[in-house]
């Protein structure tokens, strides 16, 4: 997809009238930049701030992909996306030039293992098959949980299965414990036999979702970022400011009622500048999970799936710049 970039035009005249208009401070050309999503609570600041008009000459154009999003960066069919750690990472050892430039937000009980309430602990989950999404952050969240009790990945059978297919599994009664996200946890667990077991509110961080670009799209254009990283914090600020108004919009983005995304907003936090600093640097002191412990993790199951070998290492620093945050004060 080509980006049209809009440009002032000026008619000349003859005489004063075009002296008058060389006089003239010249407009900043105005550059949409594409971002490409599947539906998702955490990405309310932005859609609040396109609606408010917050981000300046470079409003953002959502591109709705249930898949393919990576894909369509890499090509250059869009300028900006969220992709998860693992996409991440698998792009830069393929080479591909992709940039972490911003913390969007992460999941603050959003994500979830539900199971039957015969399950009281995570070790209650030894020897169970366990669906989820596999491309997802279910599987990290899988592996976090079960670490903390002491158990593995090998001590479960995963099943792949889309995460708003998890919930017919459970209740149909075909298996006893699953991974998903909301909505589909509340689905399971407005059944009294099923309860959460543990959730993404218990690790803050290990779920979070970035906006990552390409290295051409951030040479090309330096102060796009900046403006999108300010009016993603004014956005922030407006949900506060203007609740009622803020999940209409935002409900209306994500096909929910307002209600159902002020609920669903309860479960995602998105950073503040500084927090966001700090999860990109791993510098300070903050309860969230850092960037680089994430990255570690995560390169830990992609080699326990095969997906990395354990000469492969990643400097968790190529994979995050924050010279445009800094930009912002």
């Known amino acids: 997809m080509k980006r049209i970039l809009a440009r002032t035009?000026?008619?000349?005249?003859?005489?004063?009238?075009?002296?008058?208009?060389?006089?003239?401070?010249?407009?900043?050309?105005?550059?949409?930049?594409?971002?490409?999503?599947?539906?998702?609570?955490?990405?309310?600041?932005?859609?609040?701030?396109?609606?408010?008009?917050?981000?300046?000459?470079?409003?953002?154009?959502?591109?709705?992909?249930?898949?393919?999003?990576?894909?369509?960066?890499?090509?250059?069919?869009?300028?900006?996306?969220?992709?998860?750690?693992?996409?991440?990472?698998?792009?830069?050892?393929?080479?591909?030039?992709?940039?972490?430039?911003?913390a969007i937000d992460y999941s603050n009980g959003a994500d979830a293992i539900v199971s039957t309430t015969a399950i009281k602990s995570m070790a209650g989950l030894r020897g169970k098959t366990i669906p989820l999404d596999t491309a997802s952050y279910s599987e990290l969240l899988l592996a976090y949980a079960l670490s903390e009790a002491k158990l593995s990945l090998s001590d479960v059978k995963q099943k792949d299965m889309p995460a708003s297919d998890v919930p017919a599994a459970l209740l149909g009664g075909h298996v006893e414990a699953g991974v998903t996200w909301a909505p589909n946890i509340s689905l399971v667990t407005a059944n009294k036999k099923f309860h959460v077991l543990y959730t993404s509110a218990e690790a803050p961080g290990l779920i979070s979702d970035s906006l990552v670009a390409k290295a051409g799209f951030l040479k090309a254009h330096p102060k796009a970022i900046p403006a999108i990283v300010k009016g993603y914090l004014e956005g922030v600020a407006y949900i506060k400011s203007h609740p009622t108004e803020s999940y209409e919009?935002?409900?209306?983005?994500?096909?929910?009622?307002?209600?159902?995304?002020?609920?669903?907003y309860a479960q995602v936090v998105n950073p503040g500048l500084a927090q966001m600093k700090t999860m990109m640097t791993g510098e300070g002191s903050s309860k969230v999970i850092p960037y680089k412990t994430n990255v570690e993790m995560v390169s830990k199951l992609m080699v326990f799936q095969k997906q990395l070998t354990d000469s492969q290492k990643v400097d968790w620093k190529s994979l995050i710049d924050t010279s445009y945050v800094d930009q912002v004060k």
């Not at 209306?252 to 002020?262: E, H, N, Q, T």
Request: glycine share 8%; aromatic share 10%.
């Open 9 to 102: 035009l000026v008619s000349a005249t003859i005489g004063l009238a075009a002296c008058a208009a060389s006089a003239m401070p010249a407009r900043a050309a105005v550059t949409p930049v594409t971002f490409g999503y599947s539906d998702w609570i955490g990405f309310a600041p932005l859609f609040v701030a396109s609606r408010k008009k917050f981000f300046g000459d470079y409003p953002l154009k959502f591109v709705h992909m249930d898949t393919g999003i990576n894909a369509a960066l890499i090509s250059g069919s869009i300028d900006t996306a969220d992709l998860s750690m693992n996409e991440i990472i698998t792009d830069h050892v393929k080479g591909f030039p992709v940039k972490i430039v911003m």
């Open 249 to 264: 919009i935002i409900g209306k983005k994500l096909g929910v009622s307002p209600a159902s995304a002020k609920a669903q």
